[in-house]
């Protein structure tokens, strides 16, 4: 292992890329109505036009609209009803000039019948006429067979994350099952011999173990499985042993809680020793974010991630890297970040991109966003914030003014 | 039931909050491991100092900033190290002058000393002495006891969605449980003659039940509880038996499929006949979202929901009202809407509040909002679209250039 690898946020994930490689994400089939918020490992072509025939999209008359030209209230035009199509069951009439079917909302249209006069404004004339008193053009009141969808034609991406509206194009397709990504499965190693679990007296000099709850939560949040969670003394074989185990049971390690000069080192010999080729990146060029260490085992494909012990940092480097990768890895796309004017001035720090947390205000023209301050690290910084920008590498900092892209969390 | 008590959208949010009244929500307490995207149902207060103690941010020596007082490379001052502070564990030593102990990250800074220096400042003198060759001044790389939060001061907020930070915070007073919402339990039923269950073969003039499964999948986004869906044809009595049962098992019953206007009127003479005191609101000014039934049940404090039959005005509808009258019951914040440009005409709908679907295209001064043009009721304007926006009751339409809020969906 050569020391110090310090990345760039953007070495770090193309060498990220490369050693994941192809096909690492394995798929599975899921019942329709289970697949919200799963990304589509698919492209979905239409099985049917949709809708499949021509429909009303009124209660009223299926007519041609030739015949109703000139019709007003004072000067209705007749026509004979021939056929009454009942929801759900095929219309049988071809609608010719002078005649006319009723069809209700979401029933089929007739034969020749090209538009739909709404029932306001026909009137019953005697047992099988009817007086229309409004002229339609052609289409009007109609959806046409392949309106909404065309049979072939290209409905939802590979990539899609599914939202309640795509399930509904799935069913309305008549699909029960859809091709999606099986979520990536995370073991969370929490590293310090100062950690408890919460519940537990807290001993003088100790502390409440957080990165677990955290991290474990923000996995969950961005769709990854979380299949273990472990928390372990320094001891060099104690976290031998954790990794191994982890490494078995999941495609992501993460080890957190490596700031302190000896737990980095320790974090990152066992990465080292317990990945082939080992580690490819030791140290982030990122506030807060530092502290990192990336490698990959090649035989069991386990991506093994050493974060920063702070929590906040943990966290941002969590949703940089992993959720990064699995976006990339599924083909989504980024998560529409809101425009704000910053609100505040931020120094830059040089040869470091920086996550700046900030505080969203509504205001008529758009956000203000006010930076959050705090020491680094300190969680309050981030419960208190809507988002965060990023300031660049090479940004000599950001004033108040400056147009910023926030992603909300 | 008086006929015809169309409702602008405020109308009947208001006569809603009315007719559900407080107390409508029970709370459950959760483990805080599963507490994630749940809404606090209590204030939490601060259990402890966080951190508890006054902690290093660094590998360093904790000091009295004054001792450092004009350090530097070429002048070192020298301090005697009288504590080798292991994490974990509580620091023994009171600093002085000309003393000072070393500390990891994370550890705990002894009494007396008020700053730290990095190691990478620091040499070992002697056996017990360093050269200390850099100034620093009071409170550097210290974190003060409380500095996150205090003891006794408000943490969250009741009414706050549980993200991952505050999970976090969560943790680090050792909270195990948290109290929070239940989940409202929902039924669908949707009601049709031509509704076919997605995987069957799909006979002339029916069409493949929608509204169950994006409707589901709508209610289990916002957090709801499904308990049930059902599908029934359009006989007065099995839609009478569906919502009784339905009635005992959920606090929202759906009843979606009600566009034509026998339907309509089965629905709203049925959820009069079994709601007390009946049916308050029949029909929305809401473009789409018309045929819109409303009623509540004291007794049983059911909530009695009549949606349009188009699945995307049925969409729209329980994202107006049931998702927002969650929102308030449960002191949520709403969601933060995205600024826009939009990009395209679009007329008004003269007394009635609309929905204008939109693809957002991000520009470097911010989103242009494509309006997303289509008849009502085709699924695709809204699996095309990023969000929506809301045209009011009495704006004549929007035009390019206009600004608007664009949610997110």
Not at 109 to 117: N, R
Not at 192 to 208: F, H, R
Not at 280 to 292: I, N, Q, V, W
């Amino acid at each position: 292992m050569e020391l110090l690898k310090v990345d760039t946020l953007e070495q770090a994930r193309e060498k990220l890329m490369q050693a994941v490689g192809d096909g690492w994400l394995t798929t599975c089939e899921v019942p329709v109505v289970e697949a919200l918020d799963r990304v589509l490992a698919e492209d979905i072509y239409g099985e049917l036009d949709i809708p499949c025939f021509r429909r009303s999209m009124v209660d009223g008359y299926a007519v041609q609209a030739k015949d109703t030209m000139g019709a007003g209230e004072s000067i209705p035009v007749f026509l004979q009803v021939i056929e009454d199509v009942a929801i759900g069951t095929r219309a049988c009439s071809t609608i010719g000039p002078g005649t006319c079917a009723y069809v209700p909302t979401g029933g089929m249209i007739p034969e020749g019948a090209d538009s739909c006069v709404m029932v306001e404004y026909c009137e019953q004339f005697d047992e099988d006429h009817i007086a229309v008193s409004q002229s339609v053009s052609s289409g009007r009141h109609v959806v046409e067979a392949g309106e909404d969808s065309r049979k072939g034609a290209l409905l939802l991406k590979k990539g899609t994350r599914l939202r309640p509206q795509e399930i509904g194009a799935l069913a309305a397709e008549g699909l029960t099952c859809v091709m999606v990504y099986e979520p990536l499965k995370i073991s969370i190693i929490s590293t310090g011999d100062e950690l408890t679990a919460p519940g537990e007296e807290l001993q003088e000099g100790k502390i409440y173990d957080i990165n677990t709850y955290a991290l474990a939560a923000l996995a969950k949040k961005h769709g990854f499985m979380v299949s273990n969670t472990r928390t372990v003394p320094d001891v060099y074989d104690a976290l031998r042993s954790a990794i191994l185990e982890a490494k078995d049971e999941s495609d992501i390690v993460v080890i957190s809680g490596g700031s302190s000069k000896g737990k980095k080192d320790m974090t990152a010999l066992l990465v080292d020793e317990l990945s082939d080729p080992g580690v490819f990146t030791h140290g982030l060029a990122l506030k807060p974010g530092k502290p990192t260490i990336l490698g990959l085992d090649q035989k069991s494909r386990t991506l093994m991630l050493g974060l920063p012990g702070h929590p906040v940092a943990a966290m941002a480097v969590f949703e940089m890297l992993p959720v990064w990768l699995k976006r990339q890895q599924e083909g989504e796309q980024e998560k529409l970040p809101v425009p704000a004017v910053l609100n505040g001035n931020v120094p830059g720090t040089p040869g470091r991109k920086m996550l700046l947390f900030v505080e969203l205000t509504k205001t008529p023209e758009g956000y203000l966003a006010s930076p959050v301050f705090g020491k680094s690290g300190l969680m309050s910084t981030m419960t208190r914030a809507d988002g965060y920008a990023v300031v660049e590498l090479n940004q000599e900092g950001l004033k108040t003014g400056d147009r910023i892209w926030v992603q909300v969390f």
